[in-house]
T-cell receptor, first 113, second 111 residues
Framework: EAGVVQSPRYKIIEKKQPVAFWCNPI?????LYWYLQNLGQGPELLIR????????DSQLPKDRFSAERLKGVDSTLKIQPAELGDSAVYLC???????????FGEGSWLTVV | QKEVEQDPGPLSVPEGAIVSLNCTYS??????FMWYRQYSRKGPELLMY????GNKEDGRFTAQVDKSSKYISLFIRDSQPSDSATYLC???????????FGTGTSLTVIP
């Protein structure tokens, strides 16, 4: 069974440029998460989807970040414009509703210069 | 106060040592407890998953939960250089699909 797939793995962009990350969750997993992980820190939730619905986006900086999950499967996280402080790892994870554990992708490593 | 506290280390041990990694938490509603291993430049990989109190063993790894003390541990026996990674604890309540993570403990096993 394929795990959570993310792309791109690495991205270097100049500040003020846009960037987008894509995630394909484990097949059948209805809950999808985007986390931010800074160096030396644990993952911090940005947004959680239950199927197509964003049920928790309270920590998503909505002035520059947006996300979508079309058809309740793949998801895209966008940053526009990027700032130097956005340099971090963006982790996508998924879970099967009712199962209290989540599975992560390899992450998308963003460097803003 | 953070919901989950974890000593960031770093922790350095010789090969073959027993490693103990720990987390404390404040929310008594947490019932599910997880340990993830994260290698450098990789995503977190689920290592151990336990429900409520007690021990769970998987090969060289043992996860222990003490709900009365709000304390969880991961023991690694006969540690190997390949165990060098950051270990994250995570936990959740019965409902809500919300997970709370520690900051991770960096472990280096020296050959």
């Amino acid at each position: 069974e394929a795990g959570v797939v993310q792309s791109p793995r690495y991205k270097i962009i100049e500040k003020k440029q846009p960037v987008a990350f894509w995630c394909n969750p484990i097949s059948g997993h209805n809950t999808l998460y985007w986390y931010l992980q800074n160096l030396g820190q644990g993952p911090e939730l940005l947004i959680r989807y239950e199927n197509e619905e964003a049920v928790d986006d309270s920590q998503l900086p909505k002035d520059r970040f947006s996300a979508e999950r079309l058809k309740g499967v793949d998801s895209t996280l966008k940053i526009q414009p990027a700032e130097l402080g956005d340099s971090a790892v963006y982790l996508c994870a998924s879970s099967l509703g009712g199962r209290n554990t989540i599975y992560f992708g390899e992450g998308s490593w963003l460097t803003v210069v | 106060q953070k919901e989950v506290e974890q000593d960031p280390g770093p922790l350095s041990v010789p090969e073959g040592a027993i490693v103990s990694l720990n987390c404390t938490y404040s929310n008594s509603a947490f019932q599910y407890f997880m340990w993830y291993r994260q290698y450098s430049r990789k995503g977190p990989e689920l290592l151990m998953y336990t429900y409520s109190s007690g021990n769970k063993e998987d090969g060289r790894f043992t996860a222990q939960v003490d709900k009365s003390s709000k304390y969880i541990s991961l023991f690694i026996r006969d540690s190997q250089p390949s165990d060098s990674a950051t270990y994250l604890c995570a936990m959740s309540a019965v409902t809500g699909n919300q997970f709370y993570f520690g900051t991770g403990t960096s472990l280096t096993v020296i050959p």
